[in-house]
């Protein structure tokens, strides 16, 4: 045991990792690549777990970071404001149409554990207290929270927990958008129909019905298909269902739009936004609702209707700070142009997987894009007996390239501003150990 070995990595088993990776130590950051502490480096081709925008070295946010900490490291939002909080916010709220309000955590599962609470008790505080469960979608991730969990159940992951979880209400998944963006009508209309009846179903006792926004990205990239979304945002609406989209992981530029649910024209009730509007300098999260939800919690304190719910980070004014610096070089760097224009390049260069014999369903939108690896009609889970996260990890390092595989699925989400040398270095390397799984024994 070296002191290496006290760490303990998220949803990682520590045995079969120290068995088949060597254990990489990274200490600074360049451009777009991690430095290990041999002096090794690597080009962060998942941007640093979906939340990379700039790469290690932008010194605007560094800079305004720390110019922030001298005037006051931290101010709780609690009982008091602080100045950051408010810019971030009257900032945010531009982009956020049809949002009025913004709540602030520190993490993505914490931003959709109040999104969970405030649709369950603005029914609440109307004196319906019927509404007390929750619509989902298949393959949904929101998290490992209680509430996230639940709303974003992957049995995979989350079955030692189950006991702790709430029952959700299951719509169907539209994995149906391929690389050539092709939708079948039929298939879509029978699934909606299928969504409706169980959305009409459960309305009486749903609260709400909560989506990742434009895309499922854990559960596999699934890329919504045209239109989808405001659908299930029209049956939300009439059937007063609440409807809360999550744009943690999509939002942001990700699917080639600042804001997912804007470019889709379908304003939700509340939305959660983390991961890269912080450019992934700083834990940052927040929960936005319309004004219609806020109103619901405005009383007297003896009423008792206002959000039990807030952190000790609550608003940090470093994060707060980043946030803003963020955003003023989104805009100042077209990085929006920038996305849509690598995004080209990602769907020029997926079409040379097309031929490889194990890969399957290619779809892609914006700088995200998934194909599965699929041999005899099954997904590979083992390549040379190794796990296949443990072998594209493992393979994709000694190339210079930190790729993670979402089991069987192959995903492709590099740093939002990588420039397009960079993007295919990603993508040379994702062709090689594909070229490479095909010629393997798997299982
Ligand atoms: C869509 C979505 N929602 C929520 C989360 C949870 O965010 P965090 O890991 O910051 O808690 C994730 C994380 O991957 C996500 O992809």
């Known amino acids: 045991m070296s002191k290496r070995d006290n760490i303990w990595y998220p949803y990682t088993q520590m045995h079969d990792y120290t068995k088949y990776l060597k254990r990489r130590i990274i200490r600074s950051g360049s451009d777009f690549y991690l430095y290990d502490d041999e002096g090794n480096k690597y080009l962060d081709g998942i941007s640093n777990m979906w939340c990379n925008v700039w790469g290690f070295n932008s010194n605007r946010i560094t800079n305004a970071m720390i110019n922030q900490i001298k005037h006051i490291p931290h101010s709780t939002l609690f009982g008091i404001g602080n100045d950051k909080s408010i810019e971030l916010s009257n900032e945010f709220l531009k982009l956020a149409k049809g949002l009025n309000k913004v709540f602030f955590t520190d993490n993505g599962s914490s931003a959709i554990e109040a999104a969970l609470k405030i649709a369950l008790q603005y029914w609440r505080n109307q004196g319906n207290l019927r509404k007390t469960s929750f619509l989902s979608i298949a393959d949904g991730y929101h998290g490992d929270t209680i509430g996230a969990m639940s709303v974003g159940y992957v049995d995979n992951y989350f079955k030692s927990y189950k006991r702790l979880l ?46 990742e926004s434009g895309a499922q990205l854990a559960g596999g990239v699934n890329i919504y298909p045209p239109g989808y979304q405001n659908r299930i945002r029209e049956m939300c609406k009439k059937n007063n269902v609440l409807f809360i989209l999550d744009e943690i992981a999509t939002g942001f530029g990700r699917l080639g739009n600042m804001i997912e649910y804007v470019a889709q ?131 994709s390092l000694k190339r210079g390239v930190l790729l993670r595989s979402l089991g069987a699925t192959m995903i492709v989400i590099p740093p939002l501003a990588i420039d397009p040398h960079s993007l295919n270095k990603v993508m040379d390397t994702q062709l090689e150990i594909v070229l490479d799984i095909n010629k393997r024994r798997v299982g």
């Open 166 to 211: 709430f029952k959700c209400h299951v719509i169907p998944s539209p994995k149906m958008v391929t690389l050539n963006g092709i939708v079948n009508p039929e298939k879509l209309n029978l699934l909606l129909e299928s969504t409706e009846k169980i959305i009409v179903k459960n309305a009486d006792k749903a609260a709400a019905l909560i989506m």
């Open 265 to 395: 024209e379908s304003i939700p009730d509340i939305a959660c936004f983390g991961k890269a509007i912080t450019g992934g300098y700083f834990p940052l999260a927040l929960t936005l609702t319309s004004k219609k939800i806020f109103k619901e919690f405005s009383g007297t304190l003896g009423d008792q209707k206002h959000l039990f719910h807030g952190h000790t980070y609550a608003g940090h004014p470093i994060g707060c700070t980043a946030v803003i610096e963020n955003l003023r070089m989104y805009k100042e760097n077209n990085l929006l142009d920038k996305i849509r224009s690598n995004s080209k390049i990602l769907s020029k260069r997926l079409q040379e997987f097309q031929s490889i014999p194990i890969v399957q369903n290619i779809r892609a939108k914006g700088l995200l894009a998934g194909f599965d690896l699929v041999k005899n009609g099954k997904s590979i889970i083992n390549v040379d007996n190794i796990p296949m996260s443990y072998f594209v990890l493992r393979e």
